[in-house]
C-alpha cells in the first residue's frame, strides 16, 4: 500500500484536463478561473468621496477659512462640477466624485449648516485628499484582479461584474456518474427486507459533489454482475469524463471491478492506500477517452473520507484535538470530529470516533474530519491536524 501523500501526488498527476466553459455572471456556480482577469480601467475610476459632507480646498482651510458658502450639492453618479469659487464649498454625498478643484472633504459630523454657510465647528489637522477615495488607489487600469485558478466565491462574482465580466471562463467540472455497486442495495423509497439496505452512499457523494460546483452529475445502480458492470463501463466511458464507483473494489469474491477496469484499457495508479477508513481505494485512468476512474469502498463512512479527502478541492484548514486520540496501526487515521470556535479563533476538534465505517449515523453529530499522521499512535489534546469540512 502506498501513503495518503503518494497517493495524493499520483492523483494530482494523472488526472484528466477536462479544460474549460464559459458560465454567465447571471447563473454564477463554485467554479475556478480558468484565467487572470483584469481591471477593465482604474479602481475606483475617479477621486471618490467616502463621507456625506462639503468638498473645498484644502488650502482655503489651511489658511484658518472656517465658515464656506455653499455653492450645490453634488449626489452620486453625475458629472462632476467645478467648484468657481476657491472661499466657497460643494455638498457632496458619499460615492459622488469629488469636483473639480476641490481636494478635501469635511463630514457633516464636523460641521454646521445655517443660512447656506457650512461652518466649521473644530478645527482638526485634516490633510489634502482627507476622505476622499483616490482615483486608482485599488488599482491602475489594466492590472491582475483575479489570478487564474482563483475559486469563484461571492467577493470574486461582485469583482467580475465591476470589471464588465457579464460572462467569464471556468475551469469545466467532469460529467459525472456515481455507481453504486451491490445486490444487496435498493432504492431509497423501497421497504429493505432484513439482508438489504437502502442506497445512500451515492447520495451523499452526489450532494457532495454538487455543493462542490458539480453541475453533472447522475446516478445508477449495478448489481455483482461481470457482464452487467462491463456493458455499462463501455457506455458509461464514453458520456462522462469521471465515474465514481462505491463498492466492488476490495478482494473479495464478487470485487470484480478492479480487473474490469484494467481489461478495458484502463490504466491503474493506485489500489490501496495506508489508511483508515478506506485502505481498498482504487483510481485510474482510461486515457483514451480522458475518463477518471475512482473506485471507493462500499461503506459509507469510507467512500465520503475518500471523496473529500482525494477528489472534492477542499481548503487548507487546521483544528486542535480537544481530547486526547490513540490509534496505534501503522495507518493515516481519518477522524470524524465535531467543531467548535473558541473566542480566540481556535477551531477545537471533539471526537466522535466510529464503531466502524459502516457506523454511516454517527457522522450525524459531526462536522467533519481530522487527517491524524501514520507516524503517530498517540494523539495529545491540544495537537494540531488538518481539517475537512464535510461539504
Not at 214 to 222: A, D, P, R
Request: proline share 9%; charged share 15%.
Amino acid at each position: 500500500m502506498i501513503s495518503v501523500e503518494t497517493a495524493v501526488d499520483l492523483i494530482q498527476q494523472h488526472l484528466p484536463d477536462w479544460g474549460t466553459e464559459t458560465i454567465s455572471l447571471t447563473e454564477p456556480q463554485y467554479s475556478r478561473l480558468a484565467g487572470a482577469i483584469t481591471s477593465d480601467r482604474p479602481y475606483p475610476p475617479i477621486d471618490r468621496i467616502m463621507m456625506d459632507g462639503i468638498a473645498l480646498r484644502w488650502a482655503a482651510y489651511e489658511s484658518g477659512q472656517r465658515a464656506f458658502p455653499i455653492l450645490g450639492v453634488v449626489p452620486a453618479g453625475e458629472v462632476p462640477p467645478t467648484l468657481t469659487d476657491l472661499q466657497a464649498c460643494l455638498e457632496v454625498m458619499t460615492g459622488a466624485a469629488l469636483p473639480q478643484n476641490c481636494d478635501l472633504v469635511i463630514p457633516y459630523e464636523a460641521l454646521e449648516i445655517c443660512d447656506g454657510i457650512a461652518h466649521i465647528r473644530h478645527a482638526e489637522l485634516w490633510s489634502p485628499y482627507q476622505f476622499v477615495h483616490r482615483c486608482g488607489s485599488d488599482a491602475p487600469a489594466g492590472q491582475q484582479v483575479l489570478a487564474a485558478g482563483t475559486p469563484l466565491h461571492s467577493p470574486a462574482w461582485g469583482i467580475l461584474a465591476s470589471v464588465g465580466q457579464s460572462e467569464v471562463c471556468v475551469q469545466r467540472t467532469p460529467r459525472t456518474q456515481i455507481v453504486a455497486t451491490g445486490n444487496e442495495l435498493i432504492p431509497p423509497d423501497h421497504v429493505p427486507q432484513p439482508h438489504q439496505l437502502r442506497l445512500s452512499n451515492a447520495y451523499a457523494l452526489m450532494a457532495a459533489l454538487k455543493r462542490q460546483g458539480y453541475s453533472h452529475v447522475s446516478i445508477t445502480h449495478l448489481p455483482d454482475d461481470p457482464l452487467q458492470l462491463a456493458t455499462h463501463y463501455c457506455q458509461a466511458s464514453q458520456a462522462y469524463d469521471l465515474l465514481i464507483y462505491c463498492g466492488g473494489v476490495s478482494k473479495g469474491k464478487f470485487d470484480y471491478l478492479p480487473q474490469l477496469w484494467r481489461d478495458h484499457g484502463v490504466q491503474q495508479y493506485i489500489h490501496g492506500v495506508a489508511q483508515r477508513p478506506g485502505k481498498p481505494l482504487w483510481f485510474g485512468v482510461d486515457h483514451t477517452q480522458q475518463t477518471a476512474v475512482f473506485g471507493l469502498p462500499g461503506n459509507p463512512v469510507s467512500s465520503l473520507v475518500c471523496l473529500h479527502r482525494y477528489i472534492l478541492d477542499m481548503p487548507r484548514l487546521y483544528a486542535r484535538l480537544a481530547t486526547p486520540f490513540s490509534f496505534e496501526k501503522p495507518l493515516t487515521y481519518f477522524l470524524p470530529v465535531k467543531l467548535e470556535t473558541t473566542k480566540t479563533a481556535e477551531l477545537i476538534a471533539h471526537p466522535r470516533p466510529m464503531q466502524n465505517s459502516g457506523d454511516f449515523l454517527a457522522l450525524a453529530d459531526s462536522d467533519g474530519f481530522l487527517e491524524l499522521p501514520a507516524s503517530q499512535g498517540i494523539f495529545a489534546a491540544g495537537e494540531c491536524y488538518r481539517y475537512f469540512p464535510w461539504s
